[in-house]
């Protein structure tokens, strides 16, 4: 979590924000605060013409909260005093954001809106012009680095929520089944690439491991294509399942998939081949010496 | 004093088979030691069911290990007994696999037990 960042002195060297520019920060906080009530209102005002609005802060105490929370927010942006805590007070506010799903556009229009509400206030001071013009350097820069640390974090937890459901999908893009003692199936469905194929080989090794199992059964009617890439794929899997001391066995074989096979010229060698899944489980029981009697 | 060198991979005899397991992670000084003492323990016995190679204690092969294991095999062949190689990991198999090793013609079985009815069923068919 920590080394995707700068810390806050990297973070200011990066800015280039200097003690002149947090004291000229420091200097504004009174007037700052007494402004941020109304820029508050006004920001609201803003978001209530936006469809977000309703679907985040509709409700009265949810807005309040928000709004002292933002307040605060700003509060800690006055007192300028950057270091650890100020760097998480920002990441959370990232984090935050990302995990209640409120856009970027929202906030960044917001960072914009303050920003030159901030501008304007500046214009209401009796400082010098030269003053002026380095106060509203020192807020930009300010501004910009909280913008940097938020959109970052708000980034992180969005690519971690990513790679978690990637995940999932990978998991539950193999599915491989004990259907009997020692009988293991995997319906394939899809396209196989060969990230896929080596995570449908991983995966079945391991569970034929976990079972014990002696045949396997690859079903490949849901396949869409069967091409020369694919038929290396399934072959390898093959030669790894009885590697491991299991047979394997490829069902649901279309008549157009066959013909592929033949007319690529593909040599499938001693794979056991079958256009059903009950001929498939036929073969597995056989190989147990066992079978299925009516009774 | 080279006769009491021995390699690290202990040889025993069951149920009319040799099985020899493999514990420690393989070099080729070791194999080829192991190599001269499988072969001359074959042709002491008589009434021998075949060879079962138990790889269950190997976390890594790589191609060569693999390669001298598969001429140790051809050799055992050459004097009319079969091998069976048992236990292989799943991660291991799947490293063989990547690395394009050359699997066919191998019986492999999930555990001894297993082991030993596909020795049973080569026998049987050879009479």
């Not at chain 1, 820069?141 to 459901?165: F, L």
Request: glycine share 4%; proline share 2%.
């Amino acid at each position: 979590m920590d080394d995707f960042t700068r810390n806050a002195q990297q973070l200011c060297e990066l800015y280039g924000i200097t003690e002149q520019d947090t004291n000229y920060i420091h200097q504004l906080k009174d007037t700052a605060l007494k402004a941020l009530p109304g820029m508050i209102e006004s920001w609201y005002n803003w978001l209530k013409s936006t469809p977000e609005f309703f679907e985040y802060f509709a409700d009265t105490n949810t807005l309040e909260r928000v709004q002292r929370m933002q307040l605060g927010f700003w509060e800690q942006f006055f007192d300028a005093d950057i270091d650890g805590d100020y760097v998480k007070s920002r990441r959370k506010v990232g984090e935050v954001h990302a995990r209640i799903g409120l856009s970027q556009e929202i906030y960044l229009a917001g960072v914009d809106h303050f920003l030159s509400l901030f501008v304007e206030m500046l214009g209401t001071l009796d400082w010098s012009h030269s003053d002026l013009n380095l106060a509203r350097r020192a807020l930009n820069k300010m501004v910009h680095m909280d913008m940097t640390i938020i959109v970052q974090s708000y980034e992180n937890i969005v690519n971690q929520k990513i790679t978690a459901q990637s995940k999932t999908l990978m998991a539950m893009s193999t599915p491989v089944t004990q259907i009997w003692d020692g009988i293991l199936l995997l319906p394939v469905v899809g396209l196989i690439d060969s990230r896929r194929a080596q995570d449908i080989m991983d995966n079945t090794l391991d569970q034929i491991s976990n079972h014990n199992a002696q045949s396997f059964i690859l079903d490949i009617s849901g396949v869409a294509v069967v091409d020369t890439a694919v038929a290396n794929h399934l072959i390898k899997i093959t030669k790894a399942t009885r590697l491991m001391g299991c047979e394997c066995i490829i069902s649901g074989l279309s008549p157009a998939v066959a013909q592929t096979i033949v007319e690529l010229g593909i040599d499938v060698g001693t794979i056991k081949t079958t256009s059903n899944l009950k001929a498939a489980i036929q073969i597995a029981f056989n190989k147990l010496n066992m079978k299925i009697v009516k009774q | 004093m080279d006769q009491w060198v021995k390699s690290s991979i202990p040889l025993q005899m069951h149920r009319g088979c040799i099985i020899a397991s493999f514990q420690l992670d393989l070099d080729e000084k070791n194999l080829k030691l192991f190599r001269q003492e499988l072969l001359s323990s074959i042709v002491e016995h008589n009434n021998l069911k075949g060879i079962i190679f138990d790889l269950s204690g190997l976390e890594i092969i790589d191609l060569v290990d693999f390669q001298g294991i598969k001429s140790i095999i051809s050799m055992i062949k050459l004097t009319g007994f079969e091998t069976v190689i048992s236990g292989l990991k799943p991660a291991v198999v799947s490293s063989l696999i990547l690395m394009d090793a050359d699997v066919d013609d191998l019986n492999a079985a999930l555990n001894l037990d297993e082991a030993y009815v596909i020795l049973d069923n080569i026998n049987r068919l050879k009479l």
